[in-house]
């Protein structure tokens, strides 16, 4: 799933082919999976912003301001293309002045919505703090921590109503650098621990970002189709020995139904 530096990568790609007007839009027949709410058939992209996993696309509608608001679910992605694009999952292709951006999704568990404000509020209300943005403090985590101190530590960073953008790779991995296991429970985390925590999340959004993104086996995509390069900043997600110590083999366990993995050495 498009984690926080994915959703990011493919913002800052779009956004450099923004301002655009769309002149005409194509649906698949199965488009309707996706797209909750109707799209409408012209119109102008302003800009696209990022909250969370969330893509928000800033429009004009007939002199009306909306959005359309864009979540990749488990394998969605927006591509670019100069000519028309031939894509075997392309579910909405919208039709620029001089480009093509099209919404691709194998598994179709995306979700595509178009409204005004009160749409915007009522989803966004649905997310906690971005987790990479200024509001992503340290009281704010301790704040978060403390609402659920019986929860095991990654099961609450997964928590999208606290901790928007975090997914299960970053979670794993925020853990790893924090070095605490991730079944620890939050209420036996000490002050100095919880700093470690927040200086973790830097430390991963920035180095997945800055190799646009994490690419798993037939996973994420940019927009221009590219596999992002951020599983050479792995230390304990889906490797063999830690790559904090160098040494020790790596553990796998299954928390809430989800992989999680860690270093017996490096965390405690």
Known sequence: MPELPEVETIKTQLSSYLPEEITSIQKSEVASSILK??????????????HGKWLIFVLKVKGQKQYMLSHLGMSGSWYISEEFPK???AHLILKGKSHYFSYVDPR????????GEELLAKKMKQNGVDVSSSDFTLDYLKKCL?????????VCLLDQKLFAG???YMASEICAHARIRPQRIVKTL??????KI???????IKGATQQGGTTFQGGYRDAFGEKGEGV????????KICGLCKQSEVVKIEQKTRASFYCPKCQK
């Not at 000490?190 to 700093?195: G, K, Q, S, T, Y």
């Not at 927040?198 to 991963?204: H, L, N, P, Q, Y």
């Open 108 to 115: 179709r568990f995306g979700n595509i919505y178009v409204g």
């Open 37 to 50: 709410t109707e799209v409408p058939t012209k119109f102008f992209i302003q800009e696209v912003r990022r």
């Open 190 to 195: 000490c002050e100095e621990e919880i700093r």
């Open 198 to 204: 927040k200086r973790a999340f830097s430390t991963v």
């Open 146 to 154: 403390m609402k659920y101190p019986e929860r095991e530590i990654k």
């Open 166 to 168: 975090v997914g299960n």
């Open 87 to 89: 894509l075997k999952h």
């Open 232 to 239: 050479k900043n792995l230390v304990v997600f889906h490797q």
